[in-house]
């Protein structure tokens, strides 16, 4: 168990932020209810491109129509920001020494998954006909969303579900001694 401050800083260098180096049974239980929260987040996600297959398949269109959507790329940029965001969520609650590694995680995300997925969202509302490749970019791009999202959201939710009561019992007010 970690008491001090000192053992708090010494688990919390740059290279602990994603894997960790503490594989406790306290660890596992917050990654399992990260891994449950991340999946609830990601059916209300996709909840709404359920409704628009459901709409499609009853008007008679394929149920794979959904994949012609610009929503499907709609849905990739919300999932690779919701990723961004429990990776700071994380790094904000862990505080580690250095910030290379979740500055260079969220870069990735960025160049390799949010920017992409806008692009192909624009490109998608502008160009008639829709080419099959950029279809398939569009899929493609969506799973690699999902992939993310919990490859590093799991990780981040983690920690934040791990230290947010140490960050709460740092800013609770203390009353004055006597």
């Known amino acids: 168990m970690i008491e001090t401050p000192e053992q708090v800083h010494n688990l919390l260098d740059k290279e602990t932020f994603i894997v960790g180096n503490v594989d406790?049974?306290?660890h596992q239980t917050h990654r399992k209810a990260a891994f449950y929260a991340l999946f609830g987040d990601l059916l209300f996600i996709v909840l709404p491109l359920v409704v628009i297959s459901i709409v499609d398949v009853s008007i008679g269109?394929?149920?794979?129509?959904?994949?012609?959507?610009?929503?499907?790329?709609?849905?990739?940029?919300?999932l690779?920001?919701?990723?961004?965001?429990?990776?700071?969520?994380?790094?904000?609650?862990?505080?580690?020494?250095?910030?290379?590694?979740?500055?260079?995680?969220?870069a990735l995300i960025i160049v390799f998954g949010l920017v992409p997925s806008l692009v192909v969202l624009a490109l998608l509302l502008s160009?008639?006909?829709?080419?099959?490749?950029l279809l398939l970019a569009q899929a493609g791009i969506f799973a690699l969303g999902?992939?993310?999202?919990?490859?590093?959201?799991?990780?981040?939710?983690?920690?934040?579900?791990?230290y947010r009561g140490r960050q709460l019992d740092r800013l609770?007010?203390?009353p004055?001694?006597?």
Request: net charge neutral.
């Open 172 to 174: 609770a007010v203390v």
């Open 127 to 133: 160009i008639s006909p829709i080419p099959n490749g």
């Open 61 to 78: 269109k394929s149920l794979f129509a959904i994949i012609q959507s610009p929503e499907l790329s709609f849905g990739s940029a919300v």
């Open 80 to 106: 690779f920001g919701q990723t961004i965001i429990k990776v700071v969520s994380g790094f904000a609650h862990t505080k580690p020494t250095g910030a290379e590694q979740p500055v260079f995680i969220i």
């Open 146 to 162: 999902v992939i993310t999202f919990f490859f590093f959201g799991v990780d981040g939710h983690a920690l934040s579900l791990r």
């Open 24 to 26: 406790d049974e306290i």
């Open 176 to 178: 004055p001694s006597k």
